[in-house]
């Protein structure tokens, strides 16, 4: 039996939890499975990654940092973060 999902009828925002998670191998090639909500970090370091809007970005993360975005792709370039966790 699956869990009974309090948010099934509500619309997707940037306030509910996410619906699905999935660790991330930084890849210069790869892109992301799903463009992201959000990137967590477990160990801090900084992001290369990739937004939907084809623009790059390098960030400094924090441990456990919670980052929002559109991402589409985490470059193995110029990451030093690890533990990243890409969030629908």
Same mark, same amino acid.
Request: proline share 8%; no cysteine.
């Given at each position: 039996?699956?869990?009974?999902?309090?948010?099934?009828?509500?619309?997707?925002?940037?306030?509910?939890?996410?619906?699905?998670?999935?660790?991330?191998?930084?890849?210069?090639?790869?892109?992301?499975? %799903? #463009?992201?909500?959000?990137?967590?970090? +477990? &160990?801090?370091?900084?992001?290369? @990654?990739?937004?939907?809007?084809?623009?790059?970005?390098?960030?400094?993360?924090?441990?456990?940092?919670?980052?929002?975005?559109? %991402? #589409?792709?985490?470059?193995?370039?110029? +990451? &030093?973060?690890?533990?990243?966790? @890409?969030?629908?």
């Amino acid at each position: 039996m699956s869990a009974f999902d309090r948010f099934a009828s509500y619309a997707p925002s940037w306030s509910m939890p996410s619906p699905g998670r999935v660790p991330v191998t930084p890849s210069d090639l790869d892109a992301l499975p %799903f #463009t992201t909500r959000w990137l967590r970090v +477990t &160990t801090g370091g900084t992001v290369r @990654a990739a937004h939907v809007d084809g623009g790059i970005i390098n960030f400094t993360a924090a441990n456990g940092e919670r980052v929002p975005g559109q %991402f #589409t792709r985490v470059f193995s370039t110029g +990451t &030093t973060a690890t533990g990243i966790i @890409a969030e629908k």
